[in-house]
């Protein structure tokens, strides 16, 4: 039945089969990953991508980082040998049909099946070993008898008869198991490190990928930018040409009707309606008009070179700065540090109470009901859960309680209670939280408080979790970090991060400075090496 419950556990919701090469989204999700691929090709055109389990949204195609203990895991659920089951050792006692063998026993050079290896004898002389082995293989060709230990001198197996009396005397050996059992160690680390290679080639080519994609996006708008800025200078020189063009025509008229009033009319008259009129103004207005003209060019006429290098400057530095923080994450990954979570609030979670901002990262207490449709992932009371959950790893978050003095932080359980007591985060076993209230500090599992002597002195608290391990750890971070306290368990879920709030309201905050993260860490490697700081019932230990 575990094994069943198991089973299920490592089936892809996609193709609702054990995972076949699983991946990882960040919402903390596997599938397959021809069926996660398949899943994003079909979304490519509607302008943004989405998680098939939880609907989390990115807003870029999410890179697939595959899930290696996963698939370890996943492999050994996996129908094994099935040409084995069908051609391979039959029972060598089953006479009357073919039965296959499940082991075979070196001593008695037979194969045997689930009934006869029952009544097999357990003498230790009587060596099983895996029915696809070749028996004579097992065995000395000279002596015919099993091949117990390895000659290092020659680099052979060889029998207890070859060691005593034959060629091997006085040689060094091993015992075979021994030696076996290296070799598989030899195997195992073969393994972890051909798979961390692995994991590598991945990183890089979806580094670079991702990086192409942001070079290119970099240069379209680049080009964009110059060409819309070549547009306006030619648009600004088309106008002031089109200008002159209607004076010239206007110059022109204008010397055509002195020409004829020379001809036609005595001098007197001429002169008499050059001063009515505005043939003395050319000069003064042709003054104007270039003045204009020479502004209206230094306003559009120039190429801005300055404003087109600024915006590919600052694409690259951002480039470089996020490749920088990817290399941080990665480097914290493989070193075993904590990661930062970047935790978005689940508004499908949060209490009608409740008013989730645009970002995902604020929860306040709204005088109005939010008018929110009851479902079951929603909570009764102000609480809300983020969108991601943890299954392994070491990660951190940390929130900006200054807007509150009633609140609770900390983690649970998806299958946390959503209505009565029990679903307030740390009124049941599903959930560890910090809490304020009444101006007195605590925390929490299961009902059962453990307060603090005095105040915290930060309005920022840190949330630390390493699942493998079963820990939960709270950090406030004023100057020297205090660690406050530290719950051990043996998580049987993933885990979410839990919001509760009473009044105002909290949010949660951005990635810490490097010094902050790196007091932090040095308080958690004190507290790792200190056992009774994680004892949750050791409240003098919190401080």
Not at 47 to 69: D, K, V, W
């Amino acid at each position: 039945m575990a094994s069943a419950d198991v089973s299920q556990e490592l089936e892809c919701s996609v193709c609702l089969t054990i995972y076949t090469d699983p991946v990882i989204l960040r919402c903390g999700h596997n599938f397959c990953r021809v069926c996660i691929d398949h899943v994003l090709d079909t979304q490519g055109g509607s302008g943004g991508y989405s998680c098939p389990e939880c609907r989390h949204r990115f807003m870029e195609r999410p890179t697939l980082q595959r899930n290696i203990a996963l698939r370890n895991i996943a492999e050994r659920f996996q129908p094994t040998h099935p040409d084995q089951e069908k051609e391979g050792l039959q029972c060598t006692y089953c006479v009357d049909s073919a039965v296959p063998a499940v082991m075979s026993c070196l001593l008695c050079d037979a194969s045997l099946c689930d009934n006869h290896l029952r009544v097999h004898s357990k003498a230790p002389e009587h060596i099983l070993c895996d029915p696809n082995t070749s028996l004579e293989n097992r065995k000395c060709s000279v002596h015919k008898k099993i091949l117990e230990y390895y000659c290092t001198e020659d680099a052979v197996c060889i029998c207890v008869s070859c060691r005593l009396n034959g060629e091997h005397r006085g040689h060094q050996v091993e015992m075979l198991d021994e030696t076996e059992n290296r070799f598989q160690s030899l195997e195992e680390r073969r393994r972890r490190a051909q798979e961390k290679v692995e994991v590598e080639i991945e990183r890089v080519t979806a580094l670079f990928r991702d990086l192409g994609k942001k070079l290119e996006d970099l240069e379209k708008r680049v080009l964009s930018d110059l060409i819309r800025h070549a547009d306006q200078v030619s648009q600004s020189y088309n106008d002031v040409i089109q200008q002159l063009e209607i004076k010239k025509v206007e110059l022109s008229k204008k010397m055509s009707h002195i020409e004829e009033m020379y001809v036609t009319t005595d001098p007197l008259t001429v002169l008499q309606e050059s001063v009515t009129g505005d043939f003395w103004d050319i000069e003064e207005g042709e003054n104007e008009d270039k003045d204009r003209h020479d502004k209206q060019l230094h306003d559009g006429g120039d190429l801005d070179v300055a404003g087109i290098s600024h915006t590919l400057h600052t694409g690259l530095s951002d480039i470089i700065s996020e490749i920088k923080h990817t290399q941080c994450q990665a480097v914290q990954q493989t070193s075993g540090l904590p990661v930062y979570a970047d935790i978005l609030l689940d508004v499908n979670t949060a209490a009608n109470d409740l008013h989730i901002s645009n970002n995902g990262k604020t929860v306040s207490v709204s005088h109005e009901s939010q008018n929110l449709p009851e479902t079951p992932e929603r909570f009764q009371y102000n609480q809300v859960l983020s969108s991601q959950s943890f299954s392994s790893g070491r990660h951190y978050w940390e929130v900006d309680v200054g807007g509150s003095e009633w609140w609770r932080v900390g983690m649970c359980y998806p299958s946390i209670a959503r209505r009565g007591q029990k679903s307030v985060i740390g009124y049941s076993n599903k959930s560890w939280c910090l809490y304020r209230g009444y101006n007195q500090y605590s925390v929490i599992h299961d009902n059962k408080k453990i307060y603090f002597p005095d105040k915290i002195c930060s309005n920022r608290v840190r949330i630390c979790l390493d699942y493998e391990v079963g820990r939960i750890s709270f950090y406030a971070l004023c100057d020297p970090i205090r660690h406050l306290h530290t719950f051990t368990a043996a998580f049987t879920e993933p885990l979410h991060a839990g919001l509760w709030v009473w009044v105002g309201c909290i949010e949660i905050s951005g990635e810490e400075s490097a010094d902050v993260s790196r007091a932090v860490e040095s308080v958690q490697k004190s507290s790792d090496s200190d056992p009774s700081v994680h004892d949750p019932s050791d409240s003098d230990s919190s401080f």
